[in-house]
């Protein structure tokens, strides 16, 4: 073997060790992490302009993209102007989806307003959150009442 071909024949090498070394990076960082993880559709709902005393819903849906079944034991609200319903009792496999509903009272409500949902579960992502904005128009009265 001549010297080029011994050069061509090392590169030919390096060139598929490189491409093993991606094709393996691609597939660790593709893989599902461990444990129970929640991921998220969208983790932030803006409702816009309401008018105060509207009675506004929001569903929010999300895969289990773990490796572990993910439990939800509770999710907590700020204030008792949200009320969350219907989320899942049972067990969510990996690679399965769930949803669950905020409720909004805007009663007595005026201006700006975020709002924090946090859900309790096993999972193993710090963001286990959601929240919505809206901003509170002051009701009109009708002219004449």
């Given at each position: 073997m001549s010297i080029v071909e011994t050069k061509t024949c090392d590169m030919a090498r390096l060139f598929f060790l490189w491409g093993c070394l991606l094709l393996v990076s691609g597939a660790?960082?593709?893989?599902?992490?461990?444990?129970?993880?929640i991921s998220w559709e969208t983790d932030n709902h803006d409702f816009g302009d309401?008018?105060?005393?509207?009675?506004?819903?929001?569903?929010?849906?999300?895969?289990?993209s773990g490796t572990q079944p993910l439990i939800i034991t509770n999710i907590e609200v700020t204030c008792g102007?949200?009320?969350?319903?219907?989320w899942p009792r049972d067990p969510i496999h990996p690679g399965g989806k769930?949803?669950?509903t905020v409720a909004f009272n805007s009663a007595g409500k005026?201006?700006?307003?975020?709002?924090?949902?946090?859900?309790?579960?096993?999972?193993?992502?710090a963001?286990?959150?959601?929240t919505f904005?809206?901003?509170v128009q002051e009701k009109k009265e009708k002219v004449g009442q």
């Open positions: 660790l960082a593709q893989s599902a992490p461990a444990g129970a993880y309401i008018t105060e005393g509207d009675k506004i819903e929001h569903v929010y849906k999300f895969t289990n102007c949200t009320t969350p319903k219907g769930g949803e669950f005026a201006g700006r307003l975020t709002k924090v949902v946090r859900v309790i579960s096993n999972a193993t992502n963001n286990n959150q959601v904005t809206a901003t």
